[in-house]
């Protein structure tokens, strides 16, 4: 078959682009395809849109630190939430206009339209066929929002509307949260709304971790009014739209709906690609390869529903487009797994999590920075860190945390956990003093009393650094 293109990229955010990157290196006889707004999720209406409000929300809650430090007239200050909010789109509209100019010079192969499959080779976009020697389907997420609800549409917005409004409404209930909500509320919260939190399990933010856990419920609490493990009901009364969960109700104005985002894979046509999917229409794909079964075939970031995190994504991409330039595909080890939650203290998980831990075969160290002096200073002493070794080495594999700058704690571990290190191994790096780093060197130090009996200094004899480099 003679092909028009040689690859055909469906979709153009973060891993339709990276992969867009990869094929270039290879071939200029491409097509970027794509379905709605430019921009990628993550510029438009997630990390970043997002963090500028956290950042705004975190700087007025800290107003309530000042009197502990012997600061006064915290009380006085205010917060124009509208102000707020236009700063926002402002970050958002920069950081999406970076974004664009990587498909500026692309002319027609920049295809504005939808795009299924009629066969492995062949799409149909805008109503016109298109054979192409490959296919990489990037075609991200989004929010979900259950059927049931369509009802109350003038009540609901997403994180896709979020950063679009104006103002914020004086009342809101947050349902769902995961990492999106717990963010969302926490700074929706801090930035003077009154906000409940609802979501059907007992877990917050993605923590499978127990101590964590109840950590992460405490310090919510104390901000806000938190219904977990039951499902929400709306209902529309004169005030508003009533939220219930269990025995516990509200009236708001608007009603978050974070519940996890799903695949963009209906419309796609995939039953026409001989693939086996799975239950919710995602075809079964090598996850080191990104290939779908031994087709020309390649799925990557949100569209696969594997892990939705950005530098996830653009991996993704890279491997896709990677393989899609070649004969054969070529297998890529992951990066250690690394997941952060942007609340205050922010919540991290690295490696393998609690959940998914032989607990008997672990040793844990914890750490808990309630009274750890340099998070002490910052006013910051709250949160716990669990590290997980294995028993039968002592290597680092997993951590889970609530902890005051924990998005650093939680990138150190992630290089310790990939280079293999082991507990005694950790305790060889440097830890400046006074830094909230040396909770985590406590931690660590715990698991290593645990599994030796060796009670000299941490750093390597000069005889072992020479043995090692003879190997």
């Known amino acids: 078959m003679k092909h028009d293109v040689d690859v055909a990229i469906i979709g153009a955010g973060s891993a339709g682009l990276s992969a867009l990157r990869e094929i270039r290196r290879h071939t200029e006889n491409f097509v970027l395809i794509n379905h709605g707004a430019y921009g990628t999720t993550c510029a438009r209406v997630g990390c970043m849109p997002s963090k500028?409000?956290?950042?705004?929300?975190?700087?007025?809650?800290?107003?309530?630190?000042?009197?502990?430090?012997?600061?006064?007239?915290?009380?006085?200050?205010?917060?124009?939430?509208?102000?707020?909010?236009?700063?926002?789109?402002?970050?958002?509209?920069?950081?999406?206009?970076?974004?664009l100019e990587r498909t500026q010079d692309l002319g027609e192969r920049n295809i504005a339209g939808h795009a299924r499959f009629v066969a492995p080779h062949v799409l149909e976009v805008n109503g016109a066929r298109l054979k192409a020697g490959r296919v990489i389907i990037a075609t991200g997420s989004r929010p979900i929002v259950p059927p049931a609800w369509k009802a109350f549409r003038e009540y609901l917005i997403t994180s896709d509307d979020l950063f679009e409004m104006e103002l914020l409404p004086p009342r809101m209930a947050v349902v769902g949260l995961g990492s999106v909500g717990a963010e969302m509320a926490q700074a929706l919260s801090r930035l003077g709304i009154e906000v409940t939190g609802f979501d059907r399990v007992e877990q917050v933010a993605g923590v499978t971790d127990p101590v964590v856990n109840r950590a992460v419920v405490a310090m919510l609490k104390e901000e806000f009014p938190l219904y977990l493990g039951s499902n929400a009901e709306l209902h529309v009364d004169g005030a508003g739209v009533r939220v219930s969960g269990g025995a516990n109700a509200v009236t708001v104005d608007k009603v978050l709906v974070a519940l996890g985002r799903r695949p963009n894979v209906d419309g796609l046509s995939l039953?026409?690609?001989?693939?086996?999917?799975?239950?919710?229409?995602?075809?079964?794909?090598?996850?080191?390869?990104?290939?779908?079964?031994?087709?020309?075939?390649?799925?990557?970031?949100?569209?696969?529903?594997?892990?939705?995190?950005?530098?996830?994504?653009?991996?993704?991409?890279?491997?896709?487009?990677?393989?899609?330039?070649?004969?054969?595909?070529?297998?890529?080890?992951?990066?250690?797994?690394?997941?952060?939650?942007?609340?205050?203290?922010?919540?991290?998980?690295?490696?393998?999590?609690?959940?998914?831990l032989n607990v008997g075969e672990m040793v844990i160290g914890e750490f808990d920075f309630s009274d750890q002096g340099r998070a002490l200073m910052a006013a910051e002493n709250h949160g716990p860190l669990r590290v997980y070794a294995d028993r039968s080495d002592g290597r680092l594999v997993g951590a889970e945390l609530c902890a005051p700058r924990g998005e650093h704690l939680a990138h150190l571990l992630a290089c310790a956990i990939h280079e293999r290190m082991t507990a005694q191994e950790f305790l060889r790096l440097p830890f400046y003093h006074p830094t909230v780093e040396e909770g985590m060197e406590s931690a660590v130090r715990k698991i290593a009393k645990r599994l030796t009996d060796h009670s000299g200094p941490d750093l390597a004899s000069c005889e072992s650094i020479w043995n090692e480099t003879q190997h």
């Open 271 to 356: 039953d026409q690609i001989g693939a086996e999917l799975d239950g919710d229409g995602i075809p079964r794909y090598d996850p080191r390869t990104m290939q779908v079964g031994d087709l020309p075939v390649y799925i990557a970031g949100d569209s696969n529903g594997h892990l939705p995190l950005l530098h996830e994504a653009v991996d993704e991409g890279h491997i896709a487009g990677y393989n899609a330039s070649r004969e054969r595909p070529e297998c890529f080890q992951r990066r250690t797994p690394l997941s952060i939650v942007f609340t205050d203290p922010n919540i991290a998980a690295v490696g393998q999590v609690f959940g998914e």
């Open 52 to 99: 500028a409000l956290i950042e705004a929300a975190n700087a007025f809650h800290h107003r309530h630190r000042l009197p502990e430090m012997g600061i006064s007239g915290g009380d006085r200050l205010t917060v124009d939430r509208a102000g707020v909010l236009h700063r926002v789109r402002t970050l958002r509209d920069a950081f999406v206009s970076y974004v």
